[in-house]
């Protein structure tokens, strides 16, 4: 190669090699673009979320839906239009909750900053920031990510794990957006705080084989209790903690109830059912710090996956809509 070709090259390497480390996630990103953004997502939680400190749950439910289908991009915070069915009304999202929540701080940042800041990065940092003023756990969100364009309501049943999936679909759901066994029970801790539908249990309790019979995994003193004071029959659709007496408090309540066999879905017993699954249980259950940290650390995992980035996508003006 000639040493003119030679330099050709080398710029055309530095020139992908600077775009390429410029299209990351960053710690900070809007520093200079908007640089008020983290602090009126940070204020507006503090202010609101003692109202309805059972959103905390909803938002980071809502980054878990987000993140799962087609990557951290704000695609779950869109609304159907008359061609389109949107992520929002498959059957796992409509129990979701919060979205006025996002779009009232959607339009304080963009009163501040037109155009700057992403929902999915409003959705990252709400979370995060409602999770930690309610007593839980605090993890790095790095910033940047772009809104897609795609919200369609197929995806979300083939890529999010159900109430029902034994651990080999749970691993390979997980395992298909990056995320390990590890991540998986530790993630999967955030049920500590919450609510469930009745619906979301009904077949475990009442007709789990088809004979009328009940999951045999599930302890057999807390399901007779569900039974009578809770999901009383098939069709009841009453509203559940997962967590019984702290669905607000961000604890270690949720293994307990596991390895007391009173987790809630046949997804949660499921995680006993190998050693390895178990073992991270067992470990988490040490201490409430040592939980929070690795929580921590798979949020962060989490928030990092299949992000849009650099000039994909787009920043949206509303949340609920793609731009024109
Ligand atoms: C195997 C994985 C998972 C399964 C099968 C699962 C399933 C479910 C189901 C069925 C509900 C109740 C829906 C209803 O009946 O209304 C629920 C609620 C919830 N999930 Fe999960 N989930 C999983 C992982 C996660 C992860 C990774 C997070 C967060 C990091 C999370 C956070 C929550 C929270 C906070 C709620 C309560 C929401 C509320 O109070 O509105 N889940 N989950």
Redesign the pocket.
């Known amino acids: 190669m000639g040493s003119q070709s030679y330099f050709k090259a080398l710029i055309i390497c530095l020139i992908a090699l600077i775009g390429s480390t410029q299209a990351q996630l960053q710690l900070g990103f809007y520093a200079k673009s908007c640089p008020k953004a983290e602090q009126i997502i940070l204020k507006y939680v503090v202010e609101h979320i003692h109202n309805a400190p059972?959103?905390?749950?909803?938002?980071?439910?809502l980054?878990?839906?987000d993140c799962?289908v087609n990557g951290c991009d704000g695609s779950v915070l869109v609304d159907s239009t008359p061609g389109n069915q949107a992520e929002k009304d498959a059957i796992?999202n409509?129990?979701?909750?919060?979205f006025g929540f996002i779009e009232a701080i959607k339009r304080l940042v963009e009163a501040e900053c037109p155009g700057v800041v992403s929902c999915a990065d409003i959705l990252a940092l709400t979370?995060r920031d409602s999770i930690h003023a309610t007593g839980g756990p605090y993890w790095n969100v790095p910033t940047g990510r772009r809104d897609g364009f795609i919200s369609r309501a197929a995806d979300p049943l083939r890529s999010?794990?159900?109430?029902?999936?034994n651990l080999t679909t749970?691993l390979t759901?997980?395992g298909n957006v990056g995320l390990d066994a590890n991540?998986?029970v530790l993630?999967?801790?955030?049920?500590?705080?919450?609510?469930?539908?009745?619906?979301?249990?009904s077949t475990r309790l009442y007709n789990f084989t088809g004979k009328g019979d009940t999951d045999p995994t599930i302890d057999n003193g807390y399901a007779k209790n569900l039974k009578t004071f809770k999901c009383k029959n098939i069709n009841d659709n009453s509203?559940?903690e997962?967590d019984p007496g702290s669905?607000d408090t961000f604890d270690l309540g949720y293994y307990k109830q596991v390895v007391k066999r009173r987790g809630?879905?046949q997804?949660?017993a499921e995680l006993l059912t190998s050693p390895i699954t178990r073992s991270i249980i067992a470990s988490q259950l040490q201490s409430t710090q040592g939980f929070f940290a690795e929580?921590a650390k798979?949020?962060e995992k989490?928030g990092r996956i299949n992000v849009k980035l650099g000039s994909e996508g787009e920043i949206r003006k509303h949340c609920a809509r793609v731009n024109n």
């Open positions: 059972s959103l905390a749950a909803a938002l980071i439910r980054h878990f839906h799962f796992p409509l129990t979701l909750r919060g979370a999010l794990p159900a109430p029902f999936h749970q759901l997980f991540d998986l993630l999967v801790g955030a049920h500590t705080i919450g609510i469930a539908h009745c619906s979301s249990i509203l559940i997962m669905r809630l879905f997804s949660d929580f798979s949020m989490m």
